[in-house]
């Protein structure tokens, strides 16, 4: 019989503790406020404020925001994600057109957009998706756009409008590795997202994807995911900590040193990504600009 080790209770406590490199400023200063106003006088949500983004500060401090498009109401419950979870309301028809005019007020170079999952909907929003992109390119044909879109279960025709739009990027996140599907992301599948990502790249768009870490996984599956990922001819990765929002949430197994996250980017690079942002507070969007034309 094999014994495990004694890991003593403070031992595990220390281990997660949260370490002194995922201090974050608080947000402040004229930008900021900018950014706020907007995203409050237009009713707009942002992925920064739903999903506690620790960047928040950084990000809206240069003026810059991811935008939420669909609501702020997903239809999964995966076991990592703040974003509120059950049926959503009506989607507005007029949000495309408030997102494409809060962008050219801001004079975003690149913008980011996402949205909750909206499974019940037939086309699980692709045409609110595919307004957004070409309003916001009639109102500000310089910006460049990323988009990061949800789990189309398999509905491929919708996965097409949604990316026809004329975004540069487009961006779906695998989130964790094969393993820890059933306990993070239990409605979704590991081999249903890569063939998305797949089918992305195929269309010829510059493919994305991210995945936090800290949440189980071993150093050989983080390995396995990009090598998967590598297959699929992905272009951009994107590494950060996993965080959890709240009791209710999979707890921190550990936190990952910034060494550790320099090793899984050259390893990502080696495996022929082109390009990896591998760090304790990256997150999908995180410096999103410097990786569009890659």
Known sequence: ?????????????????????????????????????LVDENKLHTICESGNCPNMGECWGAGTATFMILGNVCTRSCSFCAVATGRPPEY???????????????GVKHAVITSVNRDELKDRGAEIWYQT????????PT??????IPDVKGNWAAL?????????????????????????????????????????????????SGAMLGLGETDDQVFQLMDDLAA???????????????????????????????????????????YVESGPLVRSSYHAERHVNV
């Open 92 to 106: 507005d028809t007029d949000e495309p057109r408030r997102v494409a005019e809060s962008i050219k007020t801001m």
């Open 133 to 140: 992109v070409v309003q916001t390119k009639q109102l500000s």
């Open 160 to 208: 097409e409008r949604m990316i026809e739009g004329g975004q540069e990027v487009v961006s779906h996140n695998m989130e964790t590795v094969r393993e820890l599907y059933r306990p993070v992301r239990p409605q979704a599948k590991y081999d249903r997202s890569l063939e998305e990502l797949d089918r992305i790249k195929k269309f010829g768009k510059r493919s994305k």
């Open 1 to 37: 019989m094999i014994e495990l080790p004694v890991v003593s209770k403070e031992t595990v406590e220390k281990k997660r503790r949260k370490p002194d490199w995922l201090r974050v400023k608080l947000p402040i200063g004229p930008e900021y406020a900018k950014v706020r106003k």
């Open 232 to 274: 699929v001819k992905l272009d951009v990765l994107t590494l950060g900590q996993y965080l959890q929002p709240t009791k209710r949430h999979h707890e921190v197994i550990e936190f990952i040193h910034p060494d550790k996250f320099e090793f899984f980017k050259e390893e990502g690079l080696k495996r022929g990504i082109k």
């Open 143 to 148: 910006t460049t756009i990323e988009t990061l």
